[in-house]
DNA sequence: ACTGACACGTGATCC
DNA sequence: TGGATCACGTGTCAG
């Protein structure tokens, strides 16, 4: 395939990776500069990749510069694509072709990559003011991914829990216990189970008075967990 | 400079952005497949960008296809190009070796920003996660009044806790989830238990590796659980 | 023998 | 005029 060889011709390229260009290939040598032409007979065991460089023999002198002229910008071209391959890390082969495309994708991913980092953060500084402008209530029944919570009376100063989270939400216990103690229920039994990615949290707690009721005590927990997420 | 206009030899380059090729260099149309060859007569005002398409008559039949298939790459090549300039936002001029360069710096620069973003993302949620930790309300008793802990090593990740405290000491199931994710304790099983004047609380916690002894283990939690007494 | 990939020299075009 | 860029055909090497 001949791929991991670029030119940089001369001049070795400055990327740190790869591009060996060990052994084979030698280091043809243009002598940068001046000596452009003669026909450079030296070294005959080298061998060159493209053309030979003395197809026709020519004396022509305007002709020349453009072919000099042709060659640094083709060098610059590959320096270009070298420094440019080193600055994609998921490069899969050293093919032009497969650098460029792998390079595309490469920039598209990053690009949304940063979208959604930055809309996180946005969302982020946005919660942060709100729960420290919102002092109370706002009911907001739903919670956050996949998270069930039921809550059910048992007798008049009891209740029985049951909070599902998933597992990639850890510390849970911790959140679940400092809801219960921000709300001063006390808790007279608790369970913490892992199972499969979920984890299950079961408790029996002491509802004072103002909190007794189904709803109004899903709703006051709801909260709680929701401003430590 | 004759920049921006890109070949994408006879299909027009699918990019959206510029490319105009509005006007001059009309569009080629090699006849995609086939007809490659026969030196192609037809309409001889079309200015060509390159050399002459039949600058010495030729017949020979196996040189031929070498000539197609490195049009085609060539087309591949450019196509490529093509796409992967659209990909890039900040480029300047449509010279291939800007885009090239344009693009480099345009990626360098894009990644430091998703680092930073990802930084700032780590720092915000360890701030959000002490912040809740801090405001350690509550009014509780002492440290140490008739509280027990035991700590026992099962397997070698894993520990089984049981924390014994009276009942005067209200939340202690908060105070002891708070000390065990502050150590990062992960919690498979725990659970908790009214009993007469005592709470009684079991757990199993994945141990890190720093922490898998039991000696080492019981003192930095009870350090953790004197602190939030 | 065949295929893919490069570099080279060259004609052509634009500014 | 002359420098810069491009596409093309070709020679060559590697797998």
Redo the contacts with the bound molecule.
């Keep these: 395939?001949?791929?991991l060889v670029?030119?940089a011709?001369s001049s070795s390229c400055p990327s740190p990776a790869s591009f060996s260009n060990a052994g084979?290939?030698q280091e043809?040598s243009?002598s940068p500069g001046n000596d452009h032409l003669s026909g450079e007979p030296a070294a005959p065991a080298l061998?060159?990749?493209?053309?030979?460089?003395g197809?026709?023999n020519?004396i022509d002198g305007p002709?020349l510069?453009?072919?000099e002229?042709?060659?640094q910008?083709?060098?610059k071209?590959?320096r270009l694509f070298c420094e440019f391959r080193a600055a994609v890390p998921t490069v899969s082969r050293?093919?032009?072709?497969s650098v460029l495309a792998d390079a595309t994708t490469y920039i598209a991913q990053l690009r949304q990559r940063v979208e959604q980092l930055e809309a996180d953060a946005k969302k982020k500084a946005a919660a942060a003011a709100l729960t420290t402008v919102a002092p109370s209530h706002s009911f907001s029944s739903s919670s956050s991914l996949g998270e069930k919570l039921e809550v059910r009376m048992v007798g008049t100063e009891a209740a029985a829990l049951r909070l599902t989270t998933t597992a990639a939400a850890r510390h849970a216990p911790a959140r679940l216990m400092l809801a219960l103690r921000s709300l001063d229920l006390t808790v007279s039994h608790a369970c913490v189970c892992l199972f499969g990615g979920m984890t299950v949290q079961d408790a029996v707690v002491e509802v004072p008075a103002a909190l007794r009721d189904d709803r109004a005590l899903r709703a006051a927990l709801l909260h709680r967990l929701q401003r430590t997420s």
């Design positions: 395939m001949d791929e670029f030119p011709s084979h290939h043809v243009r061998k060159r990749r493209g053309r030979k460089p197809s026709r020519n002709a510069c453009h072919v002229a042709e060659r910008r083709r060098d071209l590959n050293m093919d032009k072709a």
